[in-house]
């Protein structure tokens, strides 16, 4: 049996809002959770820099492809305070499929790189081969299977820097002659992703709560031969193509086929939310963070409803950075409020 507890609200422009708690008992765990909430409910909403959200916002809105969010885009770009924005055509919906909220960060790396194969430049980037599934990261690496195939975008001076740029799955390749290349994800071989950093767990290398990307990168790079079998552990190899096209002053490509934006993106799951939309993220840990961003990334680890990455920009800093972060809190959606009394309409029902 479901209990719903709904109060009806006038938002600040003259929209019907819903606040609405949604409790289910045991047997509906399996489904997830949908709370209605209000904009005081969000820690340090009025505090946040919500122009700067809206920006994020309306590079890729128009995008969406579903009619309730052309019409909210259509509004965002009619020149609108943006704080009354959000608040007038929006519910804030905390979505909870019954695992722990968890944030982390990922970055822009930028790597050593030539375009020719020569002294420490051994390590190359692969476009899409024709069929990309048949080999593993192991039979890729060992075996060298698309030599003379002409896949090579770039040759790099560190396996490892490729490993972590497919982790990552964009970056920046700073050329030996001078300049750079932009590489982002262009498919995979198919095969499951596995976390480096579990198996170190597994082998008792490390405690899970010792973790963290810089300790992964270091013990690989410190243990050699055992640093690569660690790494073919993770059957998942990532291919690439070149975006230059993307202004270097911009952050790399998302899912949704536009730049990221430094602390305003996140990748999430796009079977809990939805690409575009705003989420309000609210991180714990050493350094709390309380910002309105928004969902234009995903990721083959982001699994769940409140599962998210946080992008932190690019180059090393920015790395050490998102190699840190692996904290609690929570991730609320912002849904567009016909939206929301479709959701609660199926719910009833």
Known sequence: MKVIHINLRAAALGLSMIVASFFWTEAALANPKYQFLQFDDLNGWAEDDHQAALDVFLSTCS????????GICDKAHQNVIARDF???????????????ALFTGYYEPE????????????Y?????PLNPGEFSRREIEETNVYQGLELEIAWIDSLTDVFFLQVQGSGRVLLDTGGSIRVGYGGTNGRDYSSIGMELVRQGIYETNQISAEKIRNWVCNNAEQGRQLLWTNERFVFFREVNEVPADMGPLGTMNKSVTKMRTIAVDPAHIPLGAPVWVEKNGIE???????AQDTGSAIKGSQRADIFFGT????????????????LVVLMPTQSAFALLSDVIE
């Open 315 to 330: 180059g090393e800093i920015a790395g050490r950075e998102a190699g840190c972060i692996k904290d609690s809190g929570r």
């Open 124 to 128: 190359p980037l692969y476009r899409l």
């Open 288 to 294: 709390p963070l309380n910002r309105l961003m928004v």
């Open 63 to 70: 995008g969406m492809g579903d009619s309730a969010w052309d």
């Open 111 to 122: 790597l050593s790189g030539s375009m020719t194969r020569g002294g420490s430049y051994l």
């Open 86 to 100: 959000f608040e007038s055509f929006f519910v804030p919906v905390l979505i909870d499929d019954g695992k722990d």
